[in-house]
């Protein structure tokens, strides 16, 4: 696409008018244009592993990226997420710290892995974002292996960073202080309060705040929530929670249970309240853990110095059916009137779908007075087939070696054969999060913000019935790529059982045989009429094949392929529902699905054939013809960065 080049055009009304000139995109902004402060952080690790005494690499030794990411050795990166918010060379993992504070949304994340530091984005509006300098080095003792996972608390009007920190060696910290490795909590604060981007971050004398008793299950503290006698209370991973009445000094106060994030419930989804009878609400909210689920229950703050009560009504739910392997580590912020949840979305093609199987079924949501269906049925037997084989899926295998057998599985490329090298993380579309009274359920379905992306409109459908396929965006050798896309089609309530949804990235090989992505809603008829039922979301790639990768083994040749994935879940419908409903956003290298307003949210990675080959989209009704109230299709246009200090210290 070539660089960005912003062009002011002054300000009319109070707005500043943005033209990208490369892209031949205007974009209107509300808010005053992006004015960063520089400071100059330390500088940060250069080399990940076995570092000379200087800090340089050894030959052959894997390099920290920087923000021109030559830590690639010269990557040439072809393929990248363009309108999902990142670094500069998409190599995070968890998204860290979300929080609104004085008009400006920032979001950290784990950068420069696997030495993890702490990177910085900040937008109004989400469509313009800052890539800021690091926030967090590893600089101090209780940190210098490395900054993991963290939240964010505003505490009397200031923002507080609590992480945790690798330790050096420090034989205070016995047993694990003689060798390195402990784990610490932290606070970081802004150096300059009036700076509206908080760029840059200091860490006060007092800190470390814990030292006793950590481990790896003390990564992941949540946000800090406060009674109302004014305890502050916060958890890790491992559900431990952490009580201070100063938020300065902790003490481990008891277990409550594994919930990195955790909040009252949000509000109601737009027309929820539709005058079915609703079960009794849950008070909260747990999310997170390994996979990514969440849970609702009650919780009260119970007495002082304790953990509070915690009783759940309902566990296990998957936030994202691409967790844990292409949904990973969600992370959640309020702004003031509505609770957004991100996570780390990782790229590259179905590379641990066994994993995601795995998860799946054991955690299937349980709830002692509910008959709602069990997401133990999640996957099809194709599916399962994968955990039995336990293989992965991918484009290209994830282990790297450090050269002395120990496994490394940061920051590094996938790739397309043919097409080129990809960056394989990057961070989820934002989420607003809401609550379904009547199913007992959360919706998770991007910001309304993001509409402001939006370019030309690549096709639209007006109402029709529709019988097999009906073309939305023209395909074929001359077709339009949808690659970089939002999507979206609405059908009203089937008669009878049918398949509908939409198909896109599709073509026809020189042998004549066809492949593309499907993604549908299988419905069936409520039989009872009962308040609430099931019908089926899933997608289709099984037209295409995946190379399959078991751990440790060489890369393998062309021929070891296997079918790519299909896959099904439940999808909970209700009497009041007049029409099913799917939106899906393409990305270059990944879906993002959401079907009835985010009742079921799925993060899909593509096969390099629909990357390299698949053009157009069309809506379908496979067994029974069905009535198409409205189809779209809009280009998406990449976010705008304005990216502030140099390439060694910048996000």
């Known amino acids: 696409m070539g660089q960005l080049r912003l062009q002011s055009l002054g300000r009319r009304a109070g707005q500043q008018r943005l033209v990208v000139t490369s892209l031949a995109l205007q974009i209107l902004s509300p808010f005053p244009p992006l004015t960063l402060a520089t400071p100059v952080p330390p500088p940060g690790p250069k080399c990940a592993l076995n570092a000379n005494p200087d800090g340089s690499c050894p030959n052959g030794a894997l390099y920290v990226h920087n923000a021109s990411c030559v830590g690639e050795a010269g990557a040439d990166w072809v393929i990248k997420p363009n309108y999902h918010p990142g670094s500069a060379c998409h190599g995070e993992n968890d998204p860290n710290g979300p929080m609104f504070y004085n008009g400006v949304y920032h979001l950290f994340f784990q950068d420069h892995v696997p030495m993890q530091v702490g990177g910085h984005l900040a937008t109004r509006d989400f469509v313009h974002w800052a890539r800021l300098p690091i926030a967090l080095w590893n600089d101090r003792w209780y940190d210098q292996e490395a900054v993991w996972t963290f939240s964010a608390t505003i505490v009397d009007g200031t923002p507080n960073l609590v992480y945790p920190g690798i330790a050096g060696k420090n034989t205070s910290l016995s047993p694990c202080g003689k060798s390195g490795g402990c784990f610490t909590h932290s606070i970081a604060v802004p150096a300059n309060?009036?700076?509206?981007?908080?760029?840059?971050?200091?860490?006060?004398?007092?800190?470390?705040?814990?030292?006793?008793?950590?481990?790896?299950?003390?990564?992941?503290?949540?946000?800090?929530?406060?009674?109302?006698?004014?305890?502050?209370?916060?958890?890790?991973?491992?559900?431990?929670?952490?009580?201070?009445?100063?938020?300065?000094s902790f003490r481990n106060v008891g277990n409550l249970e594994d919930c990195p994030d955790f909040f009252p419930l949000p509000p109601d989804c737009p027309g929820c309240n539709s005058g079915e009878l609703a079960a009794a609400r849950p008070t909260h909210v747990r999310s997170g853990g390994f996979g990514g689920v969440?849970?609702?229950?009650?919780?009260?703050?119970?007495?002082?110095?304790?953990?509070?009560?915690?009783?759940?009504?309902?566990?296990?739910?998957?936030?994202?059916?691409?967790?844990?392997?292409?949904?990973?580590?969600?992370?959640?912020?309020?702004?003031?009137?509505?609770r957004i949840v991100w996570g780390w979305s990782v790229t590259q093609s179905h590379h641990t779908l066994v994993v995601l199987a795995f998860m799946t079924i054991v955690l299937a949501p349980t709830s002692a007075s509910s008959t709602r269906p069990s997401y133990a049925s999640l996957f099809t037997a194709h599916n399962r087939s994968y955990l039995r084989r336990r293989v992965k899926m991918g484009e290209q295998a994830l282990e790297v070696?450090?050269?002395?057998?120990?496994?490394?599985?940061?920051?590094?490329?996938?790739?397309?054969?043919?097409?080129?090298?990809?960056?394989?993380?990057?961070?989820?579309?934002?989420?607003?999060?809401?609550?379904?009274?009547?199913?007992?359920?959360?919706?998770?379905?991007?910001?309304?913000?993001?509409?402001a992306l939006r370019g030309t409109v690549l096709g639209s459908l007006k109402p029709q019935s529709v019988a097999n396929h009906t073309t939305l965006v023209g395909g074929g050798s001359s077709g339009v790529s949808v690659r970089q896309s939002e999507l979206r089609a609405s059908f009203a309530m089937p008669s009878s059982a049918t398949r509908i949804g939409i198909q896109l990235l599709s073509g026809t090989r020189s042998d004549g045989t066809s492949f593309g992505t499907r993604v549908f809603i299988d419905f069936a008829p409520n039989p009872n009429k009962s308040a609430t039922w099931e019908a089926k979301a899933g997608f289709d790639e099984g037209s295409m094949e995946c190379p399959t990768y078991c751990k440790g083994c060489p890369p393998p040749a062309p021929t070891n392929r296997t079918a790519c994935p299909v896959a099904t879940a439940p999808l909970l419908l209700k009497q009041s529902d007049s029409a099913l409903d799917i939106a899906v956003w393409v990305d270059n290298l990944f879906l993002e699905l959401f079907f009835m307003g985010g009742r079921v949210a799925w993060t899909v990675p593509l096969p390099c054939e629909a990357i390299g080959d698949g053009s157009g989209a069309s809506v379908f009704s496979l067994d029974d013809p069905s009535e198409l109230l409205s189809a779209s299709a809009w280009s998406m246009q990449p976010i705008v960065y304005d990216d502030s200090g140099s390439v060694d210290n910048r996000t």
Request: charged share 20%.
């Open 193 to 248: 309060l009036s700076d509206p981007f908080l760029t840059d971050w200091t860490k006060p004398d007092f800190n470390p705040t814990l030292t006793n008793h950590m481990s790896i299950e003390s990564r992941d503290p949540s946000t800090a929530w406060q009674t109302p006698d004014g305890e502050w209370r916060y958890m890790d991973a491992a559900a431990d929670i952490y009580s201070s009445w100063d938020f300065r």
């Open 401 to 451: 070696y450090d050269g002395k057998g120990g496994e490394y599985t940061g920051f590094h490329a996938g790739g397309c054969p043919g097409i080129g090298l990809a960056m394989t993380n990057t961070n989820s579309l934002p989420r607003e999060v809401t609550f379904d009274p009547i199913l007992q359920r959360l919706n998770y379905f991007p910001v309304s913000e993001l509409s």
């Open 294 to 338: 969440y849970a609702l229950g009650n919780y009260t703050h119970g007495l002082a110095n304790t953990t509070g009560n915690w009783t759940a009504i309902l566990e296990g739910v998957l936030i994202d059916l691409g967790g844990p392997a292409s949904f990973y580590a969600s992370k959640s912020m309020w702004d003031g009137h509505r």
